[in-house]
C-alpha cells in the first residue's frame, strides 16, 4: 500500500495562476482532509470531507476548493493564487465515518507550494 | 475550538526520558487525546492516543490523570532520531457541521543533543 499520495511536490506558481493538487488515498478511508503548514506553525485545516460526495469547511478554507471526486481522491483547487497561500500542504485520510473523531490520521508527504 | 497547551520547544540529551505535558482544560468528555509526531518535510505521523489512565506502545507512553485536563507523553531513552515537533490534540465537534475536528497547535519542537 502507498498510503497517502500527493502531486505535485513542488509547485511555484505566479500570483493570480490557477492550480489543483492532487490526493489519493489507497487505504479504503472514508474521510480525508486538506491541512496547510506554514513556516513555524502547526498544521490548520482547510477542508475536510467526511463521506464521498460531501465537503466542509475548516479553520482557513478562504481562496480554496475542494473536490471529493470518488473515495479514494480528494482535490484542493487554488483558482486564483495569492503570495499569502505560499505554504507547505499536506492531505491526509481517516477511516472515521465522522471526519476526526478519534480515528487515526494518515498524513501524505506534502506539497511544497511558493506563490510569486 | 478547544485549545491545547503544550510547552514550546524541549532540549534532552540522548538516553534521556523526555515528558512533553499538555494541558486541555476544556476536554469534553468524549474526547480522546492524540499525539502526533512530525520530522521536518513531512507529514506528522500518529504515536499515541488515549482517553484516561495510561497507554503504552511500543514508542511511548501517554499518562492522563483522572480530571484528564492533563496529559503527559513519555518518551524513553530518546535517541538523535526523536528530534521533531510532536502535537498534542483533542477533538472538537462541531455541532454545526455535526463533525468533529482535530485542531494542531504548534507542538513542541524537541532537540535531542549528543
Known amino acids: 500500500n502507498a498510503g497517502v499520495t500527493q502531486t505535485p511536490k513542488f509547485q511555484v506558481l505566479k500570483t493570480g495562476q490557477s492550480m489543483t493538487l492532487q490526493c489519493a488515498q489507497d487505504?479504503?478511508?472514508?474521510?480525508m482532509y486538506w491541512y496547510r503548514q506554514d513556516p513555524g506553525m502547526g498544521l490548520r485545516l482547510i477542508y475536510y470531507?467526511?463521506?464521498?460526495?460531501?465537503?466542509d469547511k475548516g479553520e482557513v478554507p478562504n481562496g480554496y476548493n475542494v473536490s471529493r471526486l470518488n473515495k479514494r481522491e480528494f482535490s484542493l483547487r487554488l483558482e486564483s493564487a495569492a503570495p499569502s497561500q505560499t505554504s507547505v500542504y499536506f492531505c491526509a485520510s481517516s477511516e472515521a465515518r465522522l471526519a476526526g473523531y478519534q480515528e487515526t490520521q494518515y498524513f501524505g508527504p506534502g506539497t511544497r507550494l511558493l506563490v510569486l | 475550538l478547544a485549545k491545547t497547551t503544550q510547552p514550546i520547544s524541549m532540549d534532552s540529551y540522548e538516553g534521556q526520558e523526555v515528558n512533553i505535558t499538555c494541558s486541555h482544560n476544556?476536554?469534553?468528555?468524549?474526547?480522546?487525546i492524540t499525539w502526533y509526531q512530525q520530522f521536518p518535510s513531512q507529514g506528522p505521523r500518529f504515536i499515541i492516543q488515549g482517553y484516561k489512565t495510561k497507554v503504552t506502545n511500543e514508542v511511548a507512553s501517554l499518562f492522563i490523570p483522572a480530571d484528564r485536563k492533563s496529559s503527559t507523553l513519555s518518551l524513553p531513552r530518546v535517541s538523535l532520531s526523536d528530534t521533531a515537533v510532536y502535537y498534542c490534540?483533542?477533538?472538537?465537534?462541531?455541532?454545526?457541521?455535526?463533525?468533529?475536528?482535530?485542531?494542531f497547535g504548534k507542538g513542541t519542537k524537541l532537540s535531542v543533543i549528543p
Open positions: 476544556n476536554i469534553a468528555t468524549n474526547d480522546y
Open positions: 490534540l483533542v477533538g472538537e465537534l462541531n455541532s454545526g457541521a455535526g463533525s468533529y475536528q482535530l485542531t
Open positions: 487505504m479504503n478511508h472514508n474521510s
Open positions: 470531507s467526511a463521506s464521498e460526495g460531501t465537503t
